[in-house]
């Protein structure tokens, strides 16, 4: 019996479907072998975040960085490019040392700022003041010359230092209560005696600089045990050093009680003038769809605390992986993958926006953009970042993954679109679908995020390879789809803290000359 032509033309679509359904299971199963069995995430750690270490715009470290990115990229047969978009204040880190010498000596935990400047060679020894409880910003310009020759304490002394999960497991429920009330008043107070000071915590480093304070402690706790934040000195020519909660403490209570301490700090640090700034751009050319893309996002610096393995360490070796995995399994991909590593994201997606200012042309053929950067833990969270459509595309791709990826991931779709955070949202800005894989929290904001301890040892590496088999078959998907994916937006819902219609947010420019008010 003779066929009809429309049945042998449905017929052959269906042996096609079939094809690349197998097709895609081989690719999924070569992918999750490759990243278990070979997997080269342990030592990518390694090398980035204990040999080369901390990753500070500006620095040495973060251009070291860069060339071993580049190498390791032209190991897995990868091309890869350091693509300057700016430049930046160049600092290097030193050692700091700081001991209480009067009335007893012990050496105290403690360490300079981001972009701090330099004590003399033979070090700082002095006493030190607290921010005074005064009348009004009048009478404090009038104290301001007292801090000539000390160093002055900018941070409240913390009342426990133990975290809240700590109390609520062994105190009873009303001395819990008590204590957070206590908290409560002496944040409050200290609010208060800061607004009177007519100064922030921003800029009241500047002020007692010029009034001759020889340096700034600080203790920016970021309630975990041992956790502090560390970011910028904000200062030209005096040391700002941050302290445990408990050195600080212990300072702050010496001085509020007339014991005269005194303390000596040496801390060294390099000004190393203007440096280039980049990102680093690894490529696997299209074959069918050149000029068409996916991107494997993650920033590549990070705060100098402790040496970013959480942020962003684990994203950006997730997406090497990713990368590494790919051009292996599957090395001739239809359309373009870049692995953008983008520089000085922490001082405001900087490199991300001048990569997607300095390239429209990859920016307008964009397939998807797929970013991780908030910790080690597994990817838990996609939204749809406000593309109308996106639950049909990413809702596909996601089907190809394994269950026991995607039946912890929750989609929101189409979802709101993000005006900042990381760097997905530079191409969202520029109405480019880009997508965050949010990860599961482990403590993050507590531990790690921006603290001195966020090193390879808070690494789940269980969870980060779940990530790169979960991006590089997102990737391949989103590679292999047949369809442009859509770029139609959704109409935005009202902010309920303002009533007013949410509106897209709009494309920033870079800065591309930075560092000079760190």
């Known amino acids: 019996m003779k066929k009809s032509l429309p049945f042998l033309v449905v017929l052959f679509m269906l042996q096609g479907i079939i094809a690349f359904a197998q097709t895609t299971q081989e690719i999924v199963d070569k992918i999750v072998k490759e990243a278990n069995e070979n997997s080269q995430l342990e030592p990518l750690a390694h090398e980035l975040m204990d040999v080369i270490g901390p990753r500070l715009v500006g620095t040495p470290q973060m251009k070291k960085a860069h060339d071993?990115?580049?190498?390791?990229?032209?190991?897995?047969?990868?091309?890869?490019?350091?693509?300057?978009?700016?430049?930046?204040?160049?600092?290097?880190?030193?050692?700091?040392?700081?001991?209480?010498?009067?009335?007893?000596?012990?050496?105290?935990?403690?360490?300079?700022?981001?972009?701090?400047?330099?004590?003399?060679?033979?070090?700082?020894?002095?006493?030190?003041?607290?921010?005074?409880?005064?009348?009004?910003?009048?009478?404090?310009?009038?104290?301001?010359?007292?801090?000539?020759?000390?160093f002055v304490m900018v941070s409240m002394m913390e009342p426990t230092g133990r975290p809240d999960y700590n109390w609520k497991e062994y105190a009873t429920e009303e001395s819990f209560e008590k204590m957070k009330q206590d908290r409560n008043s002496l944040n409050e107070a200290w609010r208060e005696r800061y607004k009177k000071t007519g100064y922030t915590t921003r800029n009241i480093n500047e002020a007692l600089e010029a009034a001759g304070a020889i340096g700034i402690l600080q203790s920016r706790w970021s309630e975990g045990f041992g956790a502090n934040?560390?970011?910028?000195?904000?200062?030209?020519?005096?040391?700002?050093?941050?302290?445990?909660?408990?050195?600080?403490?212990?300072?702050?209570?010496?001085?509020?009680?007339?014991?005269?301490?005194?303390?000596?700090?040496?801390?060294?640090?390099?000004?190393?003038?203007?440096?280039?700034?980049?990102?680093?751009?690894?490529?696997?050319?299209?074959?069918?769809?050149?000029?068409?893309?996916?991107?494997?996002?993650?920033?590549?610096?990070?705060?100098?605390?402790?040496?970013?393995?959480?942020?962003?360490?684990?994203?950006?070796?997730?997406?090497?992986?990713?990368?590494?995995?790919?051009?292996?399994?599957?090395?001739?991909?239809k359309r373009t993958i870049i692995v953008g590593h983008w520089g000085s994201e922490e001082q405001g997606l900087n490199g991300s926006r001048a990569f997607v200012e300095d390239h429209p042309e990859i920016v307008e053929g964009l397939q998807a953009l797929f970013n991780q950067d908030n910790g080690t833990g597994r990817v838990v969270r996609i939204s749809g970042q406000g593309f109308l459509n996106s639950y049909d595309y990413m809702g596909r791709w996601l089907e190809a993954a394994p269950e026991s990826i995607t039946k912890q991931i929750e989609t929101t779709f189409p979802g709101t679109p993000a005006g900042g955070g990381s760097d997905y949202a530079s191409f969202v800005a520029a109405g480019a679908p880009a997508f965050s894989l949010s990860s599961l929290n482990w403590s993050y904001f507590d531990y790690t995020w921006h603290t001195n301890l966020d090193t390879y040892d808070k690494i789940v590496f269980d969870d980060v390879r779940n990530n790169a088999i979960l991006t590089a078959i997102l990737a391949y998907m989103a590679s292999e789809d047949p369809d442009r994916t859509s770029r139609e937006k959704a109409v935005l819902h009202t902010n309920p803290r303002t009533g007013e219609q949410r509106e897209w947010p709009s494309m920033r420019s870079p800065n591309r000359d930075g560092g000079k008010n760190e």
């Open 229 to 333: 934040k560390i970011f910028g000195a904000n200062t030209k020519k005096i040391p700002v050093v941050d302290l445990s909660l408990e050195d600080y403490g212990l300072l702050y209570r010496m001085v509020e009680h007339g014991e005269q301490p005194m303390i000596k700090v040496m801390a060294e640090s390099k000004e190393l003038g203007t440096v280039p700034t980049f990102n680093t751009i690894a490529t696997i050319p299209g074959t069918e769809l050149p000029n068409e893309y996916i991107i494997l996002s993650a920033h590549f610096d990070s705060w100098d605390g402790a040496t970013g393995a959480t942020d962003n360490g684990t994203g950006t070796i997730t997406m090497m992986e990713a990368a590494r995995i790919l051009k292996k399994i599957y090395p001739n991909p």
């Open 68 to 150: 071993w990115a580049v190498q390791k990229y032209a190991q897995w047969g990868i091309a890869a490019e350091n693509e300057k978009w700016g430049q930046w204040r160049g600092w290097e880190r030193g050692i700091t040392h700081v001991d209480l010498v009067s009335p007893r000596v012990v050496s105290l935990s403690g360490m300079q700022l981001a972009w701090s400047p330099s004590t003399p060679k033979k070090g700082l020894t002095a006493g030190m003041m607290i921010i005074p409880d005064v009348a009004d910003s009048l009478a404090f310009q009038k104290w301001l010359p007292n801090v000539k020759g000390k």
